[in-house]
């Protein structure tokens, strides 16, 4: 990451994660399309409409992912071997935590958090039991993103996409086994969810165990060190803040989207998959400008942080927009994945036409938010993004039905937001630019401790 030409090795780096970012929502999508193929229109509704609510509740600790991701890629840059050892273990040991945090707070709040969300009758009590399984998989959910991140830090993003794709081949099989054989529903695509994340845990702490050192996660060893979970969680929980009030604000609009009804739901979970996929491409290059630009930051090199920033950010739209496109042009096509039903079908278009064809905007937030971040500043990201994508979509909520209560319009609310977000953190990733590197030189190394804002 610290010598040579960028583009290949950014792009080299971002396709496996790409790829496993398709493959870790394949888990949705294929939980979403099996129910549709097997079962009807209200349990696609029950499974596809959760994102908002397994976002809100796991992104606090993403985030504190992308803060150990960061942490790791300062002390590599500054090859500080002994930071790197206490990293690996502390990031393993809150893996653990969070997972068993999260997968009780989430099996206790399901029902209060949809009824809250005005889920119809029909639809409520298979999503309440598909989400009460679901996060019985937290602690291996948690284990392979903390454990990617790891691994992201010294550029390996193939032996992640090696691991989910084994686990999504798992999740297929044990889908259609448990729902398409045994009828079991809503709750066999759960099960088969759970099963596979286990797999995916099993594998990435094989990967790192065998790493090579300083990378290595010696089982025998579980030490925290409360220092860099403190570096950690500065920059972390920022960045977790602002997906959790990210994911908070898609509630709002979920619970919008459940009042137009089953047919509604259903259709713009089915949409709603793609864009996902579509976003995952974004992610890819966010990870790429954090961990390239956090290496070269520790080490010094002004230069090359604001080249990783140019050619991630042009990768990210260019990309997305591409796959934004194709699926549009291929809309029919990719709704019959999930269901024949037309009026479903035609709130998936709609959510096609309206959000999914503009989603390339997002990157204009999303990079610059990441590029900061690899310098340690997690707060100012994290204020902007709120207020574009929280505050705004909140007030449109309770505007919209006065101009004109339609899906559509209700849907309009992303490419504005995105917008209006986009040129703010842009904005401001310019700013603290400037100021963060002003003062590096090519051969000056600062320390870890030095870029945690």
């Known amino acids: ?56 509740l796991v992104n606090l ?29 502390t990031v393993m040991i809150v893996s653990l935590m969070s997972g068993v945090l999260l997968m009780a707070v989430g099996t ?10 005005s889920s119809p009758p029909e639809v409520i009590d298979g999503a309440t039991t598909y989400l009460r399984i679901y996060f019985c998989g937290m602690p291996f959910m948690m284990i392979y993103n903390f454990g990617s991140a790891i691994m992201r830090s010294v550029g390996d993003t193939k032996k992640p996409f090696y691991s989910l794709l084994v686990a999504t081949v798992a999740n297929f099989l044990l889908d259609w086994l448990f729902t398409g054989v045994m009828g079991m529903g809503v709750e066999g695509v759960a099960w088969g969810t759970v099963i596979a994340n286990g797999i995916n845990a099993a594998i990435m702490v094989l990967f790192l165990v065998r790493e090579a050192e300083p990378v290595t996660l010696h089982l025998n060893r579980w030490q925290i060190s409360w220092h860099d979970f403190g570096k950690m969680l500065r920059i972390g929980i ?31 979970a089915a949409a709603l998959t793609f864009e996902a996929y579509c976003y995952y491409i974004v992610v890819a290059f966010c990870a790429a400008v954090i ?18 920033f140019r050619l991630c950010m042009m990768c990210a739209i260019a990309f997305c927009a591409g796959a934004n496109f194709l699926i549009y ?47 340690g500043y997690s707060m100012l990201p ?13 007030l449109w909520v309770y505007i919209f039905p006065a101009i004109d209560y339609t899906f559509g319009t209700l849907l309009a609310v992303y490419p504005l937001t995105w917008t209006i977000t986009g040129i703010m953190v842009l904005a401001a990733a310019l700013v603290v630019q400037r100021k963060a590197l002003k003062d590096l030189r090519p051969d000056s190394h600062h320390q870890p401790d030095a870029v945690v804002k």
């Open 382 to 394: 994290m204020l902007l993004t709120i207020f574009g994508t929280c505050v705004l979509r909140l």
């Open 61 to 89: 600790f993403l985030g504190i992912a992308v803060g150990a991701n960061v942490v790791l890629a300062n002390y590599l840059g500054s090859r500080d071997a002994a930071g790197v050892r206490r990293s690996v273990s």
């Open 238 to 268: 920022p960045a977790g803040l602002q997906g959790m009030v990210f994911s908070i604000s898609n509630i709002f609009i979920q619970s919008s989207i459940n009042k137009f009804g089953p047919d509604a739901i259903a259709g713009s």
């Open 108 to 117: 206790l709040m399901a029902r209060p958090i949809l009824e809250w969300m």
């Open 329 to 375: 042009w291929q809309e029919q096509w990719c709704v019959r994945l999930f269901t024949d039903d037309p009026q479903v079908a035609q709130f998936a278009y709609t959510r096609f036409h309206t959000v999914l064809v503009f989603q390339c905007i997002a990157a204009t937030y999303e990079v610059s938010g990441s590029y900061m971040r690899g310098f």
């Open 1 to 56: 990451m610290l010598h040579g030409p960028l583009l290949g090795k950014i792009l080299v780096f971002a396709m496996p994660l790409i790829a496993s970012g398709i493959l870790q929502q394949s888990f949705n999508a294929v939980d979403v399309a099996i129910v549709g193929n097997y079962c009807n229109a209200h349990a696609i509704a029950a499974v596809g409409s959760n994102g908002p609510i397994i976002s809100i």
């Open 291 to 308: 961990a390239f630009a956090g290496q070269n930051f520790g080490a010094g090199n002004a230069a090359r942080c604001r080249r990783v």
